[in-house]
């Protein structure tokens, strides 16, 4: 929001009927409580009516979570009574808040939000402004959480160039705990860096040279992917969905899926290697 929103309009001096106390806030002492205190720390301004149960709910556990921090202080500004605060923050509706440093919108979320999603939005806030203002502190930091030894003896192994070891320590992880995600990551990095210290480095030479072998292509693929060309890797298999059929393809296409599980599958390469997979088989 920075630089979209002008408040130079809501400055003015205070007049005597201003709310007294707490985190209410009003036209009459914006620049104050809001503009001026948000050179020093975060202002987060909370937007809401009275009519809205969604905005007392999340007024209250602002309320709550700003008691717990002395890096951020909170406003309320009950909207209807205060229109030109929301006309200037642009407000399409309620609850509507708005985070505001050095006297510039910073980020802001609109309805009613469950309270991890306002701590995590809050926590974002703080971190984008440490070290910038000067009432907000340096953090304690992540906690440090001690390494599971049976992840620590498998990559001791990898580094040791112990592939087998390796492999087994993770899949022994797994058995445990199938679902262990960074487990089967681990395992499928492992099981490609096996397979690629056998290759001929002049693999990928000899695929161009005869691109019906489907064994020199797959591990070129392989070559292109550890030299680190996924694009290369991914068009050369591409093209042989295209060109073989039957159990060739099959295997073709297998070989990519398990290239793709190398990378988050949210990678843009990655999607977009799966569009022109799809593109080829069908």
Do not use: C
């Not at 001791?156 to 797994?174: P, Q, S």
Request: charged share 25%; glycine share 6%; no cysteine.
């Amino acid at each position: 929001m920075s630089g979209a929103v002008d408040l130079s309009s809501l400055k003015q001096p205070p007049v005597t009927d201003a709310p007294a106390g707490g985190h209410a806030v009003s036209e009459a002492d914006f620049e104050a409580k809001v503009l001026r205190r948000s050179t020093e720390v975060p202002v987060v301004v909370a937007l809401y009516s009275q009519r809205s149960p969604g905005s007392i709910e999340l007024v209250s556990l602002l309320e709550q979570l700003v008691g717990e921090s002395d890096d951020w202080e909170l406003a309320t500004i009950e909207a209807e009574a205060n229109m030109r605060i929301a006309q200037a923050f642009g407000v399409q509706g309620i609850p509507t808040v708005i985070a505001v440093a050095a006297g510039q919108p910073l980020a802001d979320f609109t309805g009613n939000q469950p309270e991890a999603q306002v701590r995590q939005w809050l926590a974002a806030v703080l971190d984008a402004v440490r070290g910038k203002l000067p009432g907000v502190g340096e953090g304690e930091g992540e906690p440090e959480v001690p390494e599971d030894p049976r992840f620590v003896a498998a990559e001791e192994a990898l580094e040791r160039g112990d592939f087998d070891t390796a492999e087994a320590a993770y899949k022994a992880i797994l058995n445990a705990e199938p679902a262990n995600g960074e487990a089967k990551a681990a395992l499928r990095q492992v099981q490609f860096i096996s397979r690629v210290q056998n290759l001929d480095p002049a693999g990928i030479a000899k695929a161009d040279a005869d691109p019906s072998d489907l064994d020199a292509a797959l591990a070129a693929a392989d070559l292109e992917m550890f030299n680190q060309e996924p694009q290369a890797a991914f068009d050369r298999l591409i093209g042989q969905v295209k060109r073989t059929a039957g159990d060739d393809r099959t295997r073709v296409r297998t070989h990519l899926l398990e290239l793709f599980e190398l990378f988050d599958p949210a990678e843009p390469i990655v999607m977009a290697a799966r569009r022109k997979l799809a593109a080829a088989l069908y």
